[in-house]
Each structure stands twice: as C-alpha cells, then as structure tokens.
C-alpha cells in the first residue's frame, strides 16, 4: 500500500515537472524537432573529423555571446570607441578576459571553418546531394570574412586605421563596381564617424544577423541529408558490400578442423 502510494507520488511529480515540456511540444512540436536532431542517426564510422562542422558553431555562439558584452561597453564614436576599448580592457571586471576571447576567437572561428571545409572537401562530402549546402557554406565563409573585416576598425587604433584603408582600397581597384563599393564602404568620401557608425552596424546587425540565417539554413540540410561516412567506409555509398565470409565446411564429407565462432550462414 505505502509503495503504490509512494510510486503514485512520484508519477505526479514527474508529471508536474515535465508539464512545461508537454505543453510546448502539443503547441510547436519544439521538442520533438530538438529530439529528432540530437538523436538522430549518423552513420557508425563517424569520427573526430566530424566534430569539426560542431566546434565551428561552437566558436561562433562564443563570438556571439562575447560581442554582446562588448557592445554593452563599446562606444562607435571617432573620440570614444578608443578609449571605451581601453575602458573594457583596462577597467571593466574580466574586460581583458571578453575582449581576448573576441579577438582571438575571431581567428579561432575562421581557423575551425577553413579545417571544417578542408575536411568536407578531402571527404568528397560537397558531391551529391550536397551540393548546395556547399554553397551555403560558401556564403557563410564570404559572410564571416566580410565580419572580420568590419570588426578590425572597431578599436580605432592606428592598426584598425590603416589596415581598413587599405582594405577599401583594395575593393576599389575592382572593375566597374570598386568606386561604388569603396564610396558605400566608407560612407563618404574619407574614413571617418560615418565609416565607423556604418561598419558597427554591419558587425553587429547585419552580418551576425545573415550568419545566424545562413548557419540555421545550413544545419537543417545537414539533419536532412545526413552526413557522409568517410572515404575509407565500408558503407561508403557506391561501394559494393563485402562478400559475406564462407564458414569452411566440416564434417565426414569434407573434415577440417572445427573453426569455433565462425559465423555460420542461417540456412546450414
Ligand atoms: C559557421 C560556419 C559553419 C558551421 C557552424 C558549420 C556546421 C556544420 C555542421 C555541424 C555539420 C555536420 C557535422 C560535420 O560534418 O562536421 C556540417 C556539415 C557540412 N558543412 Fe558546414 N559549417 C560551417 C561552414 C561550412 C563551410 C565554409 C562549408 C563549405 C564551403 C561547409 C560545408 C559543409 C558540408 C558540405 C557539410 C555536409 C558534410 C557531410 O555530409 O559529411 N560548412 N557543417
């Protein structure tokens, strides 16, 4: 009695306690989609090489989350975004720590992608029916640069300065478009207050704002098309599967020595 009483208890409480869950998975199907995609299958050789696409994102929720903190510090003014960068460093408490890990995360992201990317293309994991999540890939490269590129100018240093006029420079040598780039780049006709507004604004809205698209685009055809074993698989597609082992036949007929766990076909 006093153990059906104490199951019946705990049955409640677990009830009461996945109730939120419930209700959200009867109105959205959340749930189960985050289920499905956790859970889901991957072929059995799968290794280390894999986890590269999932560190990638990794870097990039870090770059997210410390940009964030940055932003709520970071001044985009000619006569303050230095300073205020001096202020996170020098002042604000872990400001050293955040800011190194944006910075150096910045390269760490860029790294893991090129290594991502190197191990999608020697995996001939582009090919069909990959095609476009390739593409997609590419986009997210370009993209990613192109936040690299706005995001070297915030400090406002002497680096920052010129490493940006070169960089406009150099995108205003392309044919036909480069003026117009450089003169949208720069917003004016020199470097200055509205060149920074306008690369803040790129680094923290649009460009994480087309990644996070772009990113969300590319795991869901990942969950859709699933990933590739490696080239050395034995389920690589296209490869015909190995003959099945013959177990040698035994016996008054033919003897050999009985082979003890040899796999014997179902029908001897
Ligand atoms: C923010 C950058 C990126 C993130 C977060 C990311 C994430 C991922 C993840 C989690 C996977 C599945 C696991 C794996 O194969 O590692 C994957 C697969 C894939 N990625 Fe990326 N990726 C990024 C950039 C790129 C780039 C730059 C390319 C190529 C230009 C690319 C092409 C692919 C392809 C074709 C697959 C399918 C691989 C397969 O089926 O084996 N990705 N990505």
Do not use: C
Not at 225 to 235: A, E, N
């Amino acid at each position: 009695m006093a153990t059906t009483t104490k199951q019946s208890r705990s049955q409640s409480l677990a009830k009461t306690a996945t109730y939120p869950l419930d209700w959200l998975e009867e109105r959205s199907g959340l749930i189960g989609g985050v289920r499905y995609f956790l859970f889901r299958k991957v072929p059995g050789d799968t290794g280390w090489w894999h986890t590269l696409g999932s560190a990638t994102l990794t870097a990039f929720l870090v770059q997210l989350i410390t940009g964030v903190i940055l932003a709520m510090y970071y001044k985009p003014d000619v006569n303050s975004a230095h300073e205020s960068v001096q202020h996170i460093t020098n002042d604000v408490w872990a400001g050293w720590l955040v800011r190194g890990m944006h910075r150096w995360g910045a390269s760490v992201f860029i790294i893991l992608m090129f290594m991502h990317m190197g191990r999608v293309f020697l995996f001939g994991a582009y090919k069909y029916p990959r095609e476009l999540n390739w593409i997609v890939g590419v986009l997210i490269l370009a993209t990613a640069l192109f936040e690299g590129l706005t995001g070297y100018l915030l400090p406002f240093d002497q680096t920052a300065y010129w490493a940006t006029v070169v960089a406009i420079n150099i995108n205003g040598t392309a044919p036909f478009v480069g003026p117009y780039l450089a003169s949208i780049l720069r917003g004016g006709a020199e470097i200055g207050p509205d060149t920074l507004a306008r690369f803040y604004s790129i680094h923290m809205l649009l460009v994480p704002g087309a990644l996070i698209g772009l990113i969300g685009l590319h795991l869901y055809l990942v969950v859709r098309l699933g990933v590739t074993s490696p080239p050395w698989s034995k389920d690589a597609a296209d490869r015909e599967p190995e003959p099945e082992p013959v177990a040698p036949r035994s016996g008054l007929v033919q003897p050999a020595p009985r082979a003890a766990g040899v796999r014997r076909r179902p029908s001897e």
